[in-house]
């Protein structure tokens, strides 16, 4: 059984072009999240939802957009793709943030291979 | 501002050859360290979560550790199954509500048999 699954694995497409990523998980965790991995291998959170409510926007560009349709899903929208945008984009899940005192542990998916051109 | 860093950023290790990774931190309240294995092309596999110092942790080969300034992952005997990138997160307290993790650059470990 996958945990946290993203589709597609990989998105090769043209700079201005629109493209979306997929991400579930069958956890049954509450929060969900989407994180950017630049070609140094550095991991950046990128948004987090809670219950379907948008809890972190870091400084993303507004041609970003994060939707999350119920709890086990949370879709990412790009729209006018450009070529700073080529990384590998990782969907994680965890237990709900707001209901402990402690760091809960966060799940990734496989990964989104993305490439501008 | 807060911040993680590993070192070092390559270990080269013969089968066998116990070491130490080292995740040093600096975050105003520590609300938990992480340490996740990530192979060419996967995502992040999760190994341990610490959440005080004096507190450690034990998988097969690997040992976390953690004190108020750093932690420690000793791989013990290594194997070549054992070459991985390991990556170090930490959660603020500040952080509590949003989740969001601070990662190091990692480590990138090669061992040969």
């Known amino acids: 059984d996958t945990a946290v699954s993203q589709t597609p694995k990989y998105l090769v497409t043209q700079m201005g072009n629109d493209k979306s990523i997929k991400c579930e998980q069958n956890?049954?965790?509450?929060?969900m999240y989407w994180y950017k991995q630049d070609s140094k291998k550095f991991l950046k959170i990128m948004f987090s939802y809670n219950n379907k409510e948008l809890i972190i926007n870091e400084t993303v560009p507004n041609r970003f957009s994060p939707k999350s349709p119920d709890k086990a899903h949370l879709n990412l929208h790009i729209n006018s793709l450009e070529l700073g945008d080529s990384a590998v984009y990782f969907c994680?899940?965890?237990?709900?943030?707001?209901?402990?005192?402690?760091?809960?542990?966060?799940?990734f998916g496989p990964g989104t291979r993305l490439l501008v051109l | 501002e807060d911040q993680v860093t590993q070192s070092p950023e390559a270990l080269r290790l013969q089968e066998g050859e116990s070491s130490s990774l080292n995740c040093s931190y600096t975050?105003?309240?520590?609300?938990?360290l992480f340490w996740y294995r990530q192979d060419p092309g996967k995502g992040p596999e999760f190994l341990f979560t610490l959440y005080s110092a004096g507190e450690e942790k034990e998988k097969e080969r690997l040992k976390a550790t953690l004190t108020k300034k750093e932690s420690f992952l000793h791989i013990t005997a290594p194997k070549p199954e054992d070459s991985a990138t390991y990556l170090c997160?930490?959660?603020?307290?500040?952080?509590?509500?949003?989740?969001?993790?601070?990662f190091g650059q990692g480590t990138t470990l090669q061992v040969k048999p």
């Open positions: 956890l049954g965790h509450d929060t």
């Open positions: 997160a930490v959660q603020a307290r500040w952080s509590g509500n949003t989740g969001k993790l601070i």
């Open positions: 994680a899940s965890s237990q709900d943030i707001r209901a402990s005192g402690v760091g809960e542990t966060q799940y």
């Open positions: 975050v105003s309240g520590l609300r938990g």
